[in-house]
Nanobody
Framework: QVQLVESGGGLVQPGGSLRHSCTAS????????MAWYQQAPGKQRELVAT???????TYADSVKGRFIISRDNAKDTGYLQMNSLKPEDTAVYFC???????????WGQGTQVTVSS
């Protein structure tokens, strides 16, 4: 059974930083593309950043230059470093593993990030 366990959310002041982690079990982490999504209250889930199995990285325009996605395949863990946080970054953040050819798609439980003074 595949599980993704997230950690790292919390309350932070504007301009602060947080680091999310997402650890996978029950599957071969390194073959999957990994992504982070955010879902703000009353809004749809939106893609924040992706890192493919080949380490190709993309970011949403809203987080470019502030967020950094990375992965450590030896630890079956992905990360999202969030810097220069803004109140509009307040959301639940979800990690996702996907593999198009295998038609696999897995989600973490989500962690709340609140940016407020």
């Amino acid at each position: 059974q595949v599980q993704l366990v997230e950690s790292g959310g919390g309350l932070v002041q504007p301009g602060g930083s947080l680091r999310h982690s997402c650890t996978a079990s029950g599957t071969l982490f390194k073959i999957y593309d990994m992504a982070w999504y955010q879902q703000a209250p009353g809004k749809q889930r939106e893609l924040v950043a992706t890192i493919t199995s080949g380490d190709w990285i993309t970011y949403a325009d809203s987080v470019k230059g502030r967020f950094i996605i990375s992965r450590d395949n030896a630890k079956d863990t992905g990360y999202l470093q969030m810097n220069s946080l803004k109140p509009e970054d307040t959301a639940v953040y979800f990690c996702n593993l996907s593999h198009d050819r295998l038609r696999r798609d897995y989600w973490g439980q989500g962690t709340q990030v609140t940016v407020s003074s």
